[in-house]
């Protein structure tokens, strides 16, 4: 019994591994594209034939469409090509021709006339911004007023001190980006205030950074500051009136005090903020007396709100007071010389400065891949920001892509109020190959 069973038991077993061969046999002439019908078991290894079944439609199978030109149709832009392409395009083309519109009047889609069969070509590769988008903007020609008045202002202080609030609020553009974090501001930003005679240009700079954390920072953040002096006639010394209270040790503050009193470079001292502090100017006093003994260069000080615009009109006509009859430098309708692709670029570092935490914003690289012009007038913008690891690449994206998505919304709208035009914005986030 047992050997009867066991012999059973091999039949079954065959039977069983002969069916998958066969399986794994027909799978494997299927993908190298061998008809099955060649090669065929014999015998009864013989797999039984199915009942014929009606061939399945394909597009192959499909009755090709010839397209006649009619009387009122144009008959140099319909080709047997361009018929064959794709099943929608057949259709467009054959409605087309039978309600006889011309290449001017016709589109693809739902065959609306004010479309155009432009549509039908395809789309030209993207290509990277060009120079005129990479390079500082130059004016040709600059119409001068009579009696023109010029002055080249550098704002510095200590990081998170409001330096690029208070020249976007004077300036009534936003020239430079701002968020909550320190050092925002990475490489020194022009921005121009013009009114009347006068034109005011004023250098931005990141926050001064101490002699001991020059090691950790970047050589460009670090030095961008003290070279803007050398191109400076006034300096704007910003100090956050709320720090300048605490007890803190204010290293950068005590280092621009030192460094601005060896270069005596006429100094306005503003003390901002204020708002936090009721304006209570009569607490800073000490403060204000302390800054003045160590630099002696400084003519004023002033105390504002750059966030609310408080002080600003004193230190606007301050400014003016203090420029020289010379001749303008940028037409009075500029604000600043920020390339497009420069500005696009720190417009969706920003947005990444609001949703990221610790060292992550601070170490994201931007590369531009498409800059391409649009039928309507608009702009398509195509950019990859690269991380240095894949765990960082999931905290940039989000969950289900969350921030990315959050940073493209709000990065769009601000691109189109700058460049003053519709714009679509890609952004593809990489991990960067080392």
Not at 80 to 87: E, F, Q, Y
Not at 123 to 145: F, N, S
Request: charged share 30%.
């Amino acid at each position: 019994m047992n050997c009867s069973c066991f012999s059973r038991l091999n039949a079954h077993g065959a039977a069983i591994n002969h069916v998958r061969s066969y399986a794994i046999m027909s799978r494997a002439k299927k993908q190298a594209g061998i008809p099955l019908d060649l090669i065929r078991p014999k015998g009864k290894d013989r797999k039984p034939r199915r009942p014929e079944q009606p061939e399945r439609f394909n597009q192959e199978m499909e009755p090709k469409i010839e397209v006649k030109a009619t009387k009122n149709s144009s008959s140099g832009w319909v080709k047997a090509g361009l018929a064959r392409r794709s099943v929608e395009r057949r259709r467009v083309v054959e409605e087309l021709t039978k309600e006889g519109m011309n290449q001017e009047g016709v589109g693809l889609g739902p065959l609306k006339p004010q479309r155009s069969i432009e549509q039908l070509k395809p789309r030209q590769p993207r290509q990277p911004a060009g120079l005129a988008e990479r390079l500082v903007k130059v004016a040709r020609t600059i119409q001068q007023p009579e009696n023109p008045h010029l002055l080249r202002v550098a704002v510095v202080g200590a990081a998170n001190a409001g330096k690029s609030t208070l020249v976007n609020t004077i300036v009534g553009e936003n020239v430079s980006v701002v968020s909550q974090k320190a050092h925002t501001t990475r490489d020194r930003v022009l921005a121009v205030l013009t009114k009347d005679n006068y034109q005011v240009v004023f250098l931005d700079t990141p926050g001064v950074v101490p002699d001991n954390r020059h090691a950790k920072m970047n050589r460009t953040l670090v030095t961008t500051s003290w070279r803007s002096l050398d191109e400076a006639e006034h300096v704007i010394l910003l100090v956050d009136g709320q720090w300048a209270l605490s007890s803190q040790e204010k290293k950068a503050d005590k280092l621009l005090l030192e460094r601005l009193g060896e270069l005596k470079i006429p100094t306005t001292l503003i003390f901002n903020k204020m708002d936090l502090l009721d304006y209570a100017e009569n607490e800073l006093k000490d403060v204000k007396n302390q800054y003045e003994s160590v630099c002696p260069s400084i003519r004023k000080t002033l105390y504002v709100s750059a966030l609310d615009g408080d002080g600003l009109d004193v230190l606007e006509k301050e400014l003016f007071d203090k420029s020289k009859p010379k001749p303008w430098i940028y037409p009075s309708e500029q604000k600043s010389d920020m390339p497009d692709l420069k500005r696009v670029e720190e417009l969706i570092r920003v947005e990444f400065f609001k949703r990221l935490h610790q060292y992550i914003p601070y170490m994201l690289k931007q590369e531009n891949v498409g800059w391409t012009e649009t039928n309507d007038g608009g702009l398509r913008i195509d950019q990859n920001v690269y991380v240095e690891r894949d765990s960082q690449q999931r905290i940039v994206v989000g969950a289900n892509g969350a921030v990315i998505d959050r940073v493209v919304s709000d990065a769009r709208t601000q691109i189109s109020k700058a460049l003053n035009r519709p714009v679509k914005l890609f952004i593809q986030v990489k991990t960067k190959k080392r």
